[in-house]
């Protein structure tokens, strides 16, 4: 029996006037890959931060593998990762530099072999000692990812991982998670706004809107339940609506 990665029950976040998540309850399995799909500014990536515990939730209740990221961030942060298209690293470091340091943070036993694996696996050991300030925006992505996978996380956050990379190496991404979920059990939470990969990856979805969520399940099935032709066409559908 799969276990419960994630557990949410009755969260919310409020910024004043503003209500960013609004009543969320759902959960995600062990091993399973779940996209969080919504316009921007519809709380996903507040979400994202709720559950690293870098936000304080107004009410309800996260579990991580049975821990409360209140009073055990540390615990999770030491079997979790998160990446985004979005974030900066250390710009005057390269890109060797930046995930030794990481390296350090995680406590990586055998960090060179394990630095040189990574920047191997995302087809960017040649750029190792490009000073990370003049990477591409789908350069600095993958090392994002280098980073994000240092510490061979079970639980991977993913913010618009793919942000940035041509439609090539966009694929070559999507296969290694795939690829990393069947060999180690990773658990993901992803968001995205690629539809094409979010069909790929995904095992459910879970749509969002002002915070609240608006429909979930199979990507194929709430395609046929809406009656539309293609899970982008649903997207702005639900987002129109």
Known sequence: MQAVAIEVKNLRKVFGKLVAVDQLSFKVMESEIVGFLGANGAGKTTLIHLLLGLLTPSSGSIQ????????????????????SGYISLPTNLTVKENLQVFSRLYRIKNPEEKILSLLHLLEIDHLQNKITGFLSAGELTR???????????????LDEPTAGLDPNISDKVCELLLELRRKTGLTIVYTSHNMRDV???????????????????????????????????????LVRE
Do not use: Y
């Open 199 to 237: 069909e790929r990856l995904c095992d459910r979805i879970i749509f969002m809107k002002s915070g609240k969520i608006i429909t979930q399940g199979i990507p194929l099935e709430i395609v046929q339940e809406f009656k539309q032709k293609s899970l982008e066409e649903l997207f702005i559908q």
């Open 64 to 83: 991580i593998f049975g821990l409360s990221p209140s009073t055990s961030r540390r615990e999770i942060l030491s079997f979790s990762n998160f990446a």
């Open 143 to 157: 090392l994002c990812l280098c980073k994000a996978l240092l510490n061979d996380p079970k639980l991977l956050f």
